[in-house]
């Protein structure tokens, strides 16, 4: 058995505009920390920090995250607006279309299921 220790805000980091990600209101930035993979490449983790704004989003992994600072707001597609804030855990599923409007500057914490 092995055990990992996930260190926030180390690893390989990205501070562009993550892919099916389109800024729509203001100009939030963001930096992603990609702090571990499974070896079979499934399982991700790692750390998500945003300035306020928008962004139209659209998710091709599940993703659990837990809001360490902040407040978002996630309207999927058609659905109605669900409010995060800090201490909040959520998942997103895959086919989550929507906005993810950063009311607050966000840290989190996230696992991503890939495929």
Known sequence: MTVV???????????????????????????????????DKSIVTGTWRSTTGAYLAEARFHEYV?????????TPDGGETVIARAGDAFTVEADFKGVWRIVEPVYKRFLLKMG
């Open 5 to 39: 220790l996930h260190t926030p805000e180390t690893g390989l980091v990205k501070t562009d505009i993550s892919d099916g990600w389109t800024a729509i209101e203001g100009e939030p930035t963001m930096t992603t920390w990609f702090e571990y993979q499974s070896p």
């Open 66 to 74: 837990y809001l360490v600072e902040g407040v978002i707001e996630l």
